[in-house]
């Protein structure tokens, strides 16, 4: 933050202290609090709410109507993760809330800050038999979860809401609320509303000084050091810093799916993503490693590939902001706790002037396979095949798009193919879900509401863009002018080369995971927006341009060669990397 940001900061927090209780309607007090919390717009499913969504009329914030509660947590998701604000939204209650709990296990895993809202029957119903009596949990998917029964206490519980969800690990809140206050009179002291808590991370705390000494000294000892970044990088903002200490101390730099943007990837120690989704000679660099410097984020299955990689005993660093998480999974963990932009600086600070005088034969050898592994690639990325290799769309679509466009991915293979085929600069370009498939539509929706005036790609597969086809409608009538990239080879492409590998002479295989041919493009047209087919690579980035041009919601159906396998870790050495399908991969043979 500089520093008139941070003049601006502690007047608001001045001010804020100074205020006076006001007297208002709970409608006026919540539309009073989205307006503070300086958000650009609120995602609901109707009917819940509606007094305060009026409230809103005159106010520069869009109010989008969802066609289902799950989406609408997906489009708060991705509105925080590209703002760094947290969001609203808003559902009914009974079988609405069930299906909000379903979008909000997403949030929670990527550790995403967001606020749920959702009717709590008043008294006089309670165990009823009233319409749509039904009750839901929220605590496992929340940070924080509570009832707001009474007015007089309504501010105190939207304060504690949100400075649970932007402190320590950041995490979605749900609150359940009597409809009944909106419409009753109070004083409200909007101290408890604390601006400081309106983004996240509210507080960068540091580490210890004493173990950031230790952590650097064992760093420069290893032979064979890595670093490795998570979600918690780009959140903090921290790539400067990352690619700072990586040039102080050459070390080579792997990022999670999650963590891309935490460096440049195609500066020379950037060797790209890790773990289960990964570009394949990140292998032998975690293997080799005598010690692994993670930095925010967790030594989940997907990160170490189900624990292989680093095999435990190695050596580990893990900066953290969450005390729980260093040595959760691994043994022999040195824990630097407290934000990654803060620690990484202390660690820049230890570390002086004195730089390393080049890169070691450590860095060489990776530097090499890394080479070595691009021209492998080669053929794949730019032979301009028929049907079109997942690899060169991936490349043609960073080639098209303006630098500072944000992608947004959806999971399994297609995750696979943006982060280890799209070379991204550093920074908060890149959002990927947690495991949850259809996401990224809606998820790109609400980024691309949070930054209007950025291009915004959400990168799915037609198993994915099928969960979510009506928000096409959503994304038209509230003119948030995304564009989706259709992946589209007829198939969960993932489980037909599993099966076709594991099952190979199995009739009618194509029935458990391969879909008829559908036209995304014909479909985004008859809902009112820009669509086109491609079948050529040569016209990709024609397609990307016309589709910026188009300035309103579009979507380029991308027909792609089904054989294509991504470099998925469970996935080596099966099915094709080659273009021509093995025969166990022939369509004609199991029909």
């Not at 960073?398 to 600069?425: E, I, K, S």
């Amino acid at each position: 933050m500089n520093l008139a940001a941070m003049d601006q900061h502690e007047s608001s927090v001045d001010e804020a202290v100074a205020e006076c209780p006001q007297r208002m309607k709970g409608q006026q007090f919540l539309a009073e609090l989205v307006r503070r919390s300086g958000v650009k717009a609120v995602f609901f499913v109707p009917t819940f709410l509606y007094p305060t969504l009026v409230e809103l009329a005159k106010d520069p914030v869009k109010r989008v109507l969802c066609h289902s509660e799950k989406a609408a947590a997906y489009m708060a998701d991705g509105y925080a993760q590209a703002s760094g604000r947290p969001t609203m939204v808003i559902v009914q209650g009974g079988p609405g809330a069930t299906n909000l709990y379903a979008g909000l296990a997403d949030a929670w895993q990527s550790h995403t800050p967001l606020l749920a809202v959702t009717p709590v029957l008043p008294g006089s119903r309670y165990q009823g038999n009233s319409y749509q009596e039904a009750y839901v949990d929220f605590r496992p998917v929340t940070k924080y979860d509570a009832e707001v029964r009474s007015i007089d206490r309504m501010a105190e519980f939207f304060g504690k809401a949100y400075l649970e969800m932007t402190t320590g690990a950041p995490r979605p809140v749900h609150l359940y609320l009597d409809g009944a206050l909106e419409d009753a009179e109070a004083e409200f002291d909007f101290r408890y509303l604390d601006p400081r808590y309106f983004s996240y991370p509210a507080f960068r705390p540091r580490a210890d000084d004493e173990l950031v000494g230790q952590a650097l000294l064992e760093i420069r000892r290893a032979a064979r050091p890595v670093m490795v970044c998570g979600r918690g990088t780009v959140v903090s903002g921290a790539w400067e810093e990352v690619t700072a200490l990586a040039e102080q101390l050459g070390l080579p730099v792997t990022t999670t799916l999650n963590g891309k943007g935490s460096i440049d990837e195609r500066h020379p120690l950037a060797l790209g993503v890790t773990g289960t989704y990964r570009r394949p000679p990140t292998d032998a660099v975690i293997a080799e490693a005598d010690l692994v410097l993670y930095v925010g984020g967790h030594q989940g299955g997907a990160t170490t590939n189900m624990r292989r990689l680093p095999k435990p005993g190695v050596r580990v660093i893990h900066i953290d902001i969450n005390p729980a998480q260093p040595g959760a999974n691994y043994p022999n963990v040195l824990p630097l706790i407290g934000d990654a932009r803060t620690v990484l600086r202390q660690l820049l600070d230890a570390a002086g002037v004195t730089k390393r005088s080049g890169p070691g034969e450590w860095v060489r050898q990776a530097q090499q396979d890394l080479q070595a592994w691009r021209a492998g690639e080669h053929a794949h990325m730019h032979g301009n095949r028929i049907p079109i290799r997942p690899e060169q769309l991936a490349d043609e679509l960073v080639n098209a798009c303006p630098r500072n466009t944000l992608f947004v991915a959806d999971t399994g293979y297609v995750g696979t193919w943006a982060g280890v085929f799209m070379d991204l600069p550093a920074g908060r370009n890149f959002l990927h879900c947690e495991g949850s498939l259809g996401w990224a539509f809606p998820a790109a929706m609400g980024a691309k509401a949070a930054a209007p005036e950025r291009t915004v790609v959400a990168f799915t597969g037609d198993g994915g863009f099928f969960y979510h086809l009506a928000e096409i409608e959503t994304a038209v009538r509230n003119e948030i002018n995304l564009i989706t990239v259709v992946l589209n080879n007829q198939a969960m492409a993932f489980q037909t080369h599993l099966l076709r590998s594991v099952w190979p002479g199995s009739p009618n295989l194509d029935k458990l995971s391969e879909f008829g041919d559908t036209n995304f493009a014909a479909m985004a047209r008859e809902m009112g927006a820009w669509g086109v087919r491609v079948t050529d690579p040569r016209d990709i980035g024609k397609a990307i341009r016309e589709a910026i041009d188009a300035n309103r919601p579009a979507v380029i159906d991308v027909v792609i060669d089904q054989a294509a396998v991504a470099p998925v870790a469970v996935m080596a050495g099966q099915g094709s990397r080659a273009g021509t399908p093995p025969a166990s991969f022939d369509r004609k043979t199991d029909r």
